[in-house]
């Protein structure tokens, strides 16, 4: 427990499977590691996590000070997590403790007491880029009374957000009758401005555009962590599935710091690698990458979606299944009905799904062009390695709630989903992505704009379905799933 990171650009890590037991992992290195009296900050990425991690620590460690904090059990997590450990330097001097908060409440606590007796641990790896739209609407005039821009710090495109007037901002971030649908992404904005942690960033020519009060519907604000903020305590460590495909890892290797094995994380784990590739089945239904408007193209008079969906569902009969598209979709018209347990879109850690066998995963995850760019010009990740990110590792993530995640499973049926790429690319550990897109390399063609292109959206229809129902034909017929319709995780 004597290692240190603060000095040398060090993150220590640990990347092992989903399923493979990583938050119990986790829990058992901060507890005996408390009782030998060191004190532990672990930050997941949300309150479900937070509070099964929090009641499994209780169950194993009762008599160790344990305390969750997150935006349900307090307004202000950042503020609470300063005062905690500001108490704990008083009341548990000498002896060890655990504190269980959200990935943004470490990142943007103001200030965290003797800084340099933590240990910190990441339980997924956190956000370190960001990307917010202000709709203007009638209040375009409104945001130069909030924000004023500084000196250009990158390639001449983008120049530095500030905050004018703080006060204000508190004010018009409160007020829903004059901000209405935005007034939530101000406030977001302002507290990682405020925290000091994030560089926010506004294309000038926009901002320019905004201030003189020509035609601009939207402002674009861009983010990213200042990694400083995650160094510092007596160690950091990431653990992660595929933690070298996350945009954090891209981020912050390219500034320079090191990511370095943990010595003693990941002794407890259940496995390093999937075991169960030979039961998972992947069904795929196009081959270009999945995006809103092929989702919503509509062919013999469904959508594509729909016809995947109802694909699926064939495919299943009447066994149940897990389902996951994207928020939009469930809200107006749920492609699935009333059948299908939905998947949370941050899966991470859940465990309560691990009874179903069979999932479909097909939610449009793509970034808007204008953030491919911002990363490239000034972080220095390209498109590829962010579409592996956002798309694949979601998905993989989603996928691997079901049975697939046991050691111990005898039977995985299918896994239906909306194409290929998402299978080829997400890592060594192939057992449950779900497939989508392109294979990885290849660059995304714009569809459905001209004739062509529309012959060949309906091109892509008439392959879901038929795809999908080959599949099914062939494993009634012969008792097995043909690998001619499927990739296996082997």
């Known amino acids: 427990m004597t290692d240190t990171n603060h000095q040398d650009n060090i993150y220590y890590y640990v990347d092992a499977p989903i399923g493979s037991g990583k938050t119990h992992d986790i829990i058992e290195y901060a507890g005996f590691g408390a009782i030998a009296g060191e004190c532990f900050i672990v930050a997941q990425p949300t309150t479900d996590l937070i509070d099964q991690t929090y009641r499994q620590f209780k169950q194993r460690f009762p008599d160790v000070p344990c305390v969750a904090i997150h935006s349900e059990i307090s307004d202000n997590v950042a503020a609470a997590l300063k005062k905690l450990t500001e108490d704990a330097g008083n009341e548990f001097v000498g002896h060890g403790m655990v504190i269980i908060c959200s990935h943004s409440g470490l990142i943007q606590a103001p200030f965290i007491a003797e800084q340099n007796n933590w240990h910190v641990v990441l339980d997924e790896m956190p956000q370190t880029l960001y990307s917010g739209r202000l709709w203007l609407a009638r209040n375009a005039h409104l945001i130069s009374q909030v924000f004023m821009i500084g000196d250009d ?13 703080e006060n204000r901002l508190d004010d018009m971030s409160r007020d829903d009758n004059e901000l209405g649908v935005f007034s ?11 925290s000091g942690s994030w560089r926010m960033f506004v294309l000038t020519e926009q901002w ?19 990694p400083e903020d995650l160094t510092g305590f007596k160690s950091t460590t990431f653990v992660s599935a595929n933690i070298k495909n996350t945009l954090a890892y891209h981020h912050l290797t390219h500034d320079g710091y090191k990511f370095v094995k943990h010595k003693m994380l990941g002794r407890r784990l259940r496995y390093l690698k999937h075991k169960n590739g030979e039961l998972l089945t992947i069904f795929y239904a196009i081959n270009e990458k999945w995006t809103k408007r092929i989702r919503n193209f509509v062919f013999q008079g469904n959508t594509i979606q729909q016809l995947i969906a109802d694909a699926a569902m064939q495919e299943f009969g009447d066994e149940p299944f897990a389902k996951l598209t994207n928020k939009d979709s469930m809200r107006d018209n749920d492609p699935f009905g009333d059948k299908g347990t939905s998947l949370p879109h941050a899966a991470y850690g859940r465990n309560d799904f691990q009874h179903l066998h069979n999932t479909v995963v097909i939610p449009a995850l793509n970034p808007p062009t204008d953030f491919f760019a911002f990363v490239s010009n000034v972080i220095g990740i390209d498109a590829e390695d962010v579409y592996q990110a956002i798309y694949r590792e979601q998905v993989y993530q989603a996928s691997g709630r079901i049975s697939i995640r046991l050691p111990d499973v005898s039977r995985v ?3 239906a989903n909306a194409n290929r790429g998402g299978c080829s690319a997400t890592s060594e550990n192939r057992t449950t992505h779900a497939a989508h897109a392109s294979s990885a390399g290849r660059t995304p063609e714009r569809v459905g704009e001209d004739d062509h292109e529309t012959d060949q959206m309906e091109g892509e229809a008439r392959c879901c379905t038929k795809t999908l129902k080959y599949a099914y034909r062939s494993s009634v017929q012969h008792g097995h799933w043909p690998r001619s319709s499927r990739q296996s995780s082997e």
């Open 153 to 165: 710090e990158t390639n001449g495109h983008y120049s530095k957000l500030m905050i004018a007037d």
């Open 184 to 194: 939530h992404t101000v406030q977001e904005m302002a507290r990682k401005i405020n």
């Open 208 to 226: 320019n555009e905004v201030m003189l009060k020509k035609k601009a519907e939207q402002l674009i604000v861009y983010g990213y962590l200042i």
């Open 413 to 415: 049926r299918g896994q």
